[in-house]
């Protein structure tokens, strides 16, 4: 087919299925238009074909055709964009060969990184001092070039008249994880110019979003540091059309058979033992923990309020234990299950990697934002193993991830907020490879207090030694070594699959009156529970955190039930699993009342209580004595008194020197700063 033929084609194409979105098009000011190419190969499979191995001169024809019509405003510049392209033109990036050069191709995946818009110039026009041509040069390499000589034989240097530029922009785009199996994901620089750079694409766009780009792919010379040209070459694709691929693609491939599976699901009475057996079938015990994992699975509601804060539906999850107490095991077999999900582990995680890192820009130069792992896995899950093997600087990254959802970068010239709605699973080892169940909790962690009690369930998973459970578990794992087909879950991987990622979807569940009234009671009972203790110790049960948690998790439980309000037994069991936690991690052993501080802060509440008793008692001693230096001797009588045993008092006097309030002005006597 020749350019006069396909430049008739086209107009005969766009004149009976696109005139009217042509006219609105030209109307509103917009400079392309979005074809649909199934049309066109319905229309005519000849030119389509064409356009698949020629797309570039092809649309040229197609544009000189828009500037046929009789339109209402003039246009210099029109471009035409091609969606559906058929799958036989899809190419996984890390497929991409020569082959593809100059070839209409779609790829899908992750973008990584981008950069700032940036203006490149399409073509200049020069003037010859001699006989006043104009000279026209393309410019088409990443050089800019100037003519060498004009038709009257002039040689040497030529007046620049006017330069044509087109804004132009770089994205590195990255293959989606979960469809590579385990192999290290490539990828690909993609150039867009036009108005594929609109403020309206620009949010298309952002780091972390998944885009499906039609478009062709082109060689980029690569110029060596000597200033000549290398032999290798660089692929980039040049983009045609870039659309948004679907928030979740599990949810879309849902059958009507497999919709009444679910809906079949969430009508069992026992739905959560029936999931909780089917989650991991082949790890032994850890019932609890897997109930909180299916609630975490489906997750809470979120809620923007008027006044514009957003309060966060995701619970994030920190499993503490023993080794080879199967955490890990537990980690990778949810990330098979939960939708979006990234797998990553604390030795090779930095902060930068798990948020955002500002990056040199090899592409286009400068800066450009690069997501990293909590920002992918926005809408989806983020796993983090050995979370203790973090260093501290990366660890504070994670504060405003984890409660505000959103990841702020002020690197470089880029000032930017990226959002990260993800839910966290994490697991980590104490600090001294096993647990002392009388130590804090928070001083057996290599995590920060303020970054613990950011996450709404901690399940601490000891391995102590009991020779019925010992029994079973040895019997359940060498069972399985001999016949591995036992641990076939009823609900298969798929299923649960889609099961999940329709309820986070699809519902959103209410709260009833009954299961408010339910939370409130226990919030305020357990509240009140610590207040008044001998010795004035006042420990703090539970804070406000542990209610949106409560919340969180009756909304999940609700959500699993397919139910559009929130009962009191949902909210029951959000109670059961929020006690159950603190029992095992909060309960101050001498006082036997739970106290949240274990969890978030180094000094308990009694060792609070004691310190204000010993401040207390060197300042009436000091009264007493009219003197400032007090001996240590008289501190301790005065305590025993208070019966307060001489170790602790010495424990406490330690800390107290630490901390700057009291010092020691010579040996054995002690005196307040």
């Known amino acids: 087919m020749d350019v006069d033929e396909q430049i008739k084609t086209f107009r005969e194409f766009i004149e009976q299925n696109y005139y009217p979105q042509l006219l609105e098009a030209v109307r509103k000011g917009h400079i392309f238009l979005v074809l649909d190419f199934a049309e066109l190969v319905r229309f005519n499979t000849e030119l389509s074909e064409e356009m698949l191995e020629d797309p570039e001169n092809i649309l040229k024809a197609g544009e000189l055709a828009i500037k046929e019509f009789d339109l209402p405003k003039k246009i210099t510049k029109f471009s035409l964009r091609f969606k559906n392209l058929p799958d036989s033109q899809k190419i996984q990036i890390n497929e991409i060969r020569s082959r593809h050069l100059k070839k209409f191709i779609w790829v899908e995946g992750i973008v990584r990184q981008k950069s700032d818009v940036r203006p490149h110039v399409a073509a200049s026009k020069f003037e010859c001092p001699s006989c006043g041509n104009i000279l026209t040069v393309l410019q088409l390499d990443n050089k800019y070039k100037e003519p060498s000589r004009c038709g009257c034989g002039r040689k040497g240097k030529f007046k620049e008249v006017s330069k044509e530029l087109v804004d132009g922009q770089g994205l590195v785009l990255e293959e989606a994880a979960e469809e590579l199996d385990g192999a290290q994901p490539k990828r690909i620089n993609v150039f867009l110019k036009d108005d594929l750079v609109s403020p309206m694409s620009e949010r298309r766009t952002s780091p972390g979003s998944r885009v499906l780009i039609s478009g062709w792919v082109t060689e980029v010379p690569v110029t060596l540091r000597s200033g000549g040209q290398s032999t290798k070459f660089e692929l980039i694709v040049e983009a045609n059309f870039v659309q948004p691929a679907e928030k979740d693609q599990h949810e879309l491939n849902i059958t009507e058979q497999e919709l009444e599976e679910i809906k079949e699901i969430g009508r069992d009475p026992n739905v959560l033992q029936r999931l909780t057996k089917s989650l991991a ?19 809470g509601c979120r809620k923007v309020r008027p006044d514009g804060v957003v309060t966060r539906g995701d619970m994030h999850m920190l499993l503490i234990g023993d080794p080879g107490s199967g955490k890990s095991q537990l980690l990778k077999r949810l990330s098979k299950i939960a939708p979006k999900a990234r797998f990553t582990s604390g030795k090779g995680a930095t902060g930068a990697g798990l948020t955002a890192s500002v990056v040199k820009d090899e592409f286009l130069g400068g800066w450009s934002l690069e997501a990293g792992t909590l920002v992918l896995a926005n809408q989806g899950f983020a796993i ?11 660890t504070s990254a994670l504060h405003e991830a984890l409660e505000q959802q959103t990841i702020s970068i002020a690197k470089a010239n880029i000032q ?12 980590a080892n104490p600090k001294f490879g096993r647990f002392d169940p009388y130590d804090l909790i928070a001083s057996q962690i290599d995590l920060p207090p303020t970054l613990i009690n950011r996450f ?4 601490p998973v000891k391995d102590l030694p009991s020779r019925e ?7 359940f794992i ?21 099961f999940f990622a329709h309820i986070r979807a699809k519902m959103n569940p209410k709260m009833s009156d009954e299961a408010i009234e339910e939370i409130k009671s226990y919030y305020i009972s357990m509240r009140n529970s610590g207040v008044g203790d ?7 049960p539970i804070t406000a955190r542990q209610l949106e948690a409560l919340v969180r998790l009756s909304e999940a439980m609700a959500k699993v039930r397919l139910s559009k309000t929130v009962e009191k037994s949902d909210a029951q069991k959000a109670i059961e699993l929020v006690d159950y936690c603190l029992n095992q991690i909060a309960k101050d052993e001498k006082t036997g009342k739970i106290d949240i501080d274990r969890i978030s802060s180094s000094i308990t509440a009694s060792q609070r209580g004691t310190i204000s008793i010993v401040k207390e008692i060197i300042h009436a001693l000091e009264e007493q004595t009219n003197s400032k230096m007090i001996p240590l001797e008289m501190v301790i009588e005065a305590a025993k008194e208070k019966s307060i045993s001489p170790e602790t008092i010495n424990d406490t006097i330690d800390k107290l020197r630490r901390s700057g309030d009291i010092f020691e002005p010579r040996k054995g006597f002690v005196q307040r700063l």
């Open 469 to 475: 459970k010992d029994e079973k578990t040895a019997e």
């Open 384 to 394: 983090i193993d050995e979370m203790d093997k973090m260093g501290k600087e990366d």
């Open 281 to 299: 079938p082949s790890i032994y015990g850890h019932d609890k923990i897997k109930e909180a994992l299916i609630l975490q699975l489906a997750g």
């Open 478 to 498: 060498l069972g399985l070594h001999k016949d591995p087909e036992k641990a076939i879950s009823e609900i298969s991987t798929d299923l649960l699959k889609k």
């Open 456 to 459: 709404d369930l901690i399940f």
């Open 534 to 540: 001998e010795g004035g110790i006042k420990s703090i």
């Open 416 to 427: 930017a907020t990226l959002r990260c709605e993800t839910t966290v699973l994490a697991a």
